[in-house]
């Protein structure tokens, strides 16, 4: 499990060290704001013609909404790892491999993105625009390739860990495997929307089931000992 340091320090009399999941007391705001970037990035995408890339890269709408869905992605990155602190004591291997899977996915296809957000537009409004026309190296194919199989392959390993883990309930956790099939293709939308609902679901039931357990005093599931400060 991923932790922060101490919090308490273990020279203080009487005091134990405390220590909590990196990023676990932020991951449903985090999965929120993760999940809605993704949706509104992808929303503004839908009606251009994704496949004409010189036509859209010189768009200024479509280049907002490019920003707006690579900010999702960086946002992504930080609400996996505090999700994950949930459930790593009850997902075991399988969890820290379908968690260290995603997150590989999200850095790879996010740095694609990062490509198609800041590069793209200026070589479309380049000398050179037909570049952004021709195909594309042996490397660049297999890069691409490579991106979109472990970003799907990620996300659906971290949904069928948390399905073992039973620490989310198990319609989130099919949510977020049926939206990691889909991910193959996120960077056309709207194949990118249903992680971005999955994402702002568990995030909402996150912070809901944290109100519960701190108006009830009791845990609940492990919200309650894996967020006390």
């Given at each position: 499990?991923?932790?922060?340091g101490?919090?308490?320090?273990?020279?203080?009399?009487?005091?134990?060290?405390?220590?909590?999941?990196?990023?676990?007391r932020?991951a449903?705001?985090?999965?929120?704001?993760?999940g809605?970037l993704?949706?509104?990035?992808?929303?503004?995408?839908?009606?251009?013609?994704?496949?004409?890339?010189?036509?859209?890269?010189?768009n200024?709408?479509?280049?907002?909404?490019?920003?707006?869905?690579?900010?999702?992605f960086?946002?992504?990155?930080?609400?996996?790892?505090?999700?994950?602190?949930?459930?790593?004591?009850?997902?075991?291997?399988?969890?820290?491999f379908?968690?260290?899977?995603?997150?590989?996915?999200?850095m790879?296809l996010g740095?694609?993105?990062?490509?198609?957000?800041?590069?793209?537009?200026?070589l479309?409004?380049?000398?050179?625009?037909?570049?952004?026309?021709s195909?594309?190296?042996?490397?660049?194919?297999?890069?691409?390739?490579?991106?979109?199989?472990?970003?799907?392959?990620?996300?659906?390993?971290?949904?069928?860990?948390?399905?073992?883990a039973?620490v989310?309930?198990?319609?989130i956790?099919?949510?977020?495997v049926?939206?990691?099939?889909?991910?193959?293709?996120?960077?056309?939308?709207?194949?990118g929307?249903p992680?971005?609902?999955?994402i702002?679901?568990l995030?909402?039931?996150?912070l809901?089931g944290?109100?519960?357990?701190?108006?009830?005093?009791?845990?609940?599931?492990?919200?309650?000992?894996?967020?006390?400060?």
């Open positions: 499990m991923i932790r922060t101490s919090t308490v320090s273990k020279s203080a009399p009487g005091l134990e060290p405390v220590s909590a999941p990196l990023f676990a932020s449903g705001p985090l999965a929120i704001a993760a809605t993704l949706v509104v990035g992808q929303a503004i995408w839908w009606p251009f013609d994704q496949q004409g890339n010189v036509a859209t890269s010189r200024d709408l479509f280049n907002v909404g490019s920003v707006v869905y690579f900010a999702g960086c946002v992504l990155m930080f609400a996996l790892i505090g999700v994950h602190g949930y459930q790593a004591s009850r997902a075991g291997r399988l969890g820290m379908g968690f260290s899977a995603a997150l590989l996915g999200t790879l740095g694609d993105l990062w490509f198609e957000s800041v590069a793209v537009p200026w479309a409004r380049s000398p050179l625009p037909e570049v952004l026309s195909d594309p190296s042996m490397l660049l194919a297999l890069g691409a390739l490579a991106s979109y199989f472990l970003f799907a392959f990620g996300w659906v390993s971290f949904g069928v860990a948390s399905l073992r039973r989310f309930p198990v319609w956790s099919l949510f977020i049926g939206a990691g099939i889909f991910g193959y293709q996120a960077l056309l939308a709207p194949w929307i992680l971005g609902v999955a702002v679901t995030g909402g039931w996150m809901h944290r109100a519960a357990a701190l108006s009830s005093g009791a845990p609940h599931q492990l919200l309650a000992r894996q967020l006390r400060s």
